[in-house]
């Protein structure tokens, strides 16, 4: 199956840690490929360009506050979400379901093939592997692979997610103009989620050694003069 795994080369870090997926992926066979993301520093000229704006409200229910737009509008947030936005462009581009995964991703297990309708959930982000929901398709799944539902109005995380064309046009149209993180971007309100009952995978915490790319200095315009 085709998959994309969002890399920033320009970061050692993201850059090995996405060969290791793609690696992992090519050995189980699947159509893998690196896909350059959205370094934060562009994506903030980009959406000046785009007169890209915060969305007006949370998928979360948090309050639209200072606080609130201080933290969905960091640089590591905004370039996050224009990758899966680009993304989501690709897979309407070639018009067939692909699964997308973030640089630090940990594989537990390879795909099964299931049914989805827009959105279907392969690895969690954080910490949400450790609720029991979560937990059990991870360390134990049981019963024939298929997708069911789940009580999150949001995506818990977008380390890892299948997506359909029909559900890649739903998020691109909702965010012509607008941006939120991009897991919040990706809620029940604009799509069908839907989580594989054996989940592949989690994020990377920070014990695992790494850290979120959304949350670090690493989004910060690089300075070697190399990179530049």
């Not at 959930?121 to 360390?139: H, I, P, S």
């Amino acid at each position: 199956m085709k998959s994309l795994i969002i890399s920033l080369s320009k970061i050692p870090s993201s850059a090995a840690s996405s060969a290791r997926v793609l690696e992992q992926l090519l050995q189980w066979g699947h159509d893998a490929e690196l896909f350059e993301g959205t370094y934060g520093y562009d994506a903030e000229e980009i959406f000046l360009q785009e007169n890209r704006t915060l969305h007006p409200y949370s998928f979360k229910g948090a309050p639209v506050d200072d606080e609130y737009i201080e933290k969905s509008s960091r640089l590591g947030v905004m370039g996050c979400f224009h990758s899966h936005y680009r993304a989501w462009q690709r897979c309407l581009a070639i018009n067939e379901p692909i699964l997308i995964f973030e640089d630090d991703v940990i594989f537990y297990r390879d795909y099964i093939p299931v049914t989805w309708e827009d959105i279907l959930l392969l690895a969690t982000g954080k910490r949400v592997y450790e609720v029991e929901f979560y937990k059990q398709r991870l360390d134990d799944p049981q019963g024939e692979p298929c997708a069911v539902g789940f009580k999150g109005k949001v995506m818990p995380g977008a380390v890892g997610y299948g997506i359909t064309p029909q559900g890649a046009q739903k998020l691109v149209n909702h965010y012509k103009n607008t941006f939120l993180p991009a897991d919040n971007a990706m809620n029940a309100a604009v799509v069908n989620l839907v989580c594989h009952t054996h989940l592949m995978g989690r994020a990377a915490i920070d014990e695992d050694g790494k850290k979120s790319l959304t949350k670090t200095r690493f989004w910060e315009k690089p300075q070697d003069t190399d990179c530049q």
